[in-house]
């Protein structure tokens, strides 16, 4: 059985992983589904920043785990969720490293939305 390759982050491809300076709030359909002053804010290489919030944080009866899965050598296996709000539903709108790669390991337990499919506002204290 082969396993996926596995990369260490580099200076060819750097992650950084800080605390989020402020709180992050996240909207699906205008509906706040996530509230929090314990984000993550992950830099990958030249992608835009992204902000991994606790699970604890995400209102859970709004999320509903769906078959989807992706892989990336830098953090593990992805799982996804969908979002569910009164005004409908946003398919894999939420993916989280439920056991990431040790150089990674800070954002287990955490959870992202995208950009596209959510309305992610960062404010400061």
Request: hydrophobic fraction near 40%; aromatic fraction near 8%.
């Amino acid at each position: 059985m082969s396993h996926p390759e596995i990369k260490e982050p580099s200076a060819g491809h750097p992650i950084t992983i800080e605390p989020t300076p402020g709180r992050v709030q996240v909207r699906v359909h205008g509906e706040l589904v996530a509230d929090t002053t314990a984000a993550l804010q992950l830099r990958e290489a030249t992608l835009p920043v992204v902000q991994y919030i606790p699970m604890d944080d995400v209102v859970k009866d709004r999320l509903t785990r769906t078959d989807s899965s992706t892989y990336c050598p830098f953090k593990g296996a992805a799982s996804y969720y969908s979002v569910s709000t009164p005004a409908g539903t946003v398919a894999d709108a939420v993916w989280t490293y439920e056991q990431p790669y040790p150089a990674v390991a800070a954002i287990a337990g955490h959870v992202a939305f995208y950009p596209g499919k959510a309305e992610i506002s960062v404010s400061a204290q």
